[in-house]
C-alpha cells in the first residue's frame, strides 16, 4: 500500500555531510511517522530518528545535535540531513514508514536502503 524509495548515500570524510532522502507513494494517507533505522555490519538494526505526521521528531542520542529530520509535505518526502559524520556513522540506512502514530518506531513499510560510508 504504500512504497519508499530512498537515495542520498554515498562516501563521505570525517566531519562531513549528506542528505538522505525518502520518497512515499501510494496510500501516504494512512503514514503516522517516518524515519530511518541503520545497520553496520554485524550489528542489530537501530532506529537513527523519526518524525510524525504531527511534525513532532525524535533522534537516536549519539545523533543529536548533528542530524536533523524533515518532511516536504508537497512532495511526499522525508529528508534526513546528516551532518559531522563520524566513521560510526557508517552503515545502511532503512527508510520506514508506520501506519501508527501512538507506535511511531514501528515500521510497517522499508525502502530498499542506502549505504552510508564515512571514511578518509
Known amino acids: 500500500q504504500v512504497q519508499l524509495v530512498e537515495s542520498g548515500g554515498g562516501l563521505v570524510q570525517p566531519g562531513g555531510s549528506l542528505r538522505l532522502s525518502c520518497a512515499a507513494s501510494?496510500?501516504?494517507?494512512?503514514?503516522?511517522?517516518m524515519g530511518w533505522y541503520r545497520q553496520a555490519p554485524g550489528k542489530q538494526r537501530e532506529l537513527v530518528a523519526f518524525?510524525?505526521?504531527?511534525?513532532?521528531?525524535n533522534y537516536q542520542n549519539s545523533v543529536k545535535g548533528r542530524f536533523t529530520i524533515s518532511r516536504d509535505n508537497a512532495k511526499n518526502t522525508v529528508y534526513l540531513q546528516m551532518n559531522s559524520l563520524k566513521p560510526e556513522d557508517t552503515a545502511v540506512y532503512y527508510c520506514?514508514?508506520?501506519?501508527?502514530?501512538?507506535?511511531?518506531?514501528?515500521?510497517?513499510?522499508w525502502g530498499q536502503g542506502t549505504q552510508v560510508t564515512v571514511s578518509s
Open positions: 518524525i510524525t505526521s504531527g511534525g513532532t521528531t
Open positions: 520506514y514508514a508506520g501506519r501508527v502514530l501512538s507506535a511511531a518506531t514501528r515500521a510497517d513499510y
Open positions: 501510494g496510500s501516504i494517507f494512512s503514514i503516522g511517522a
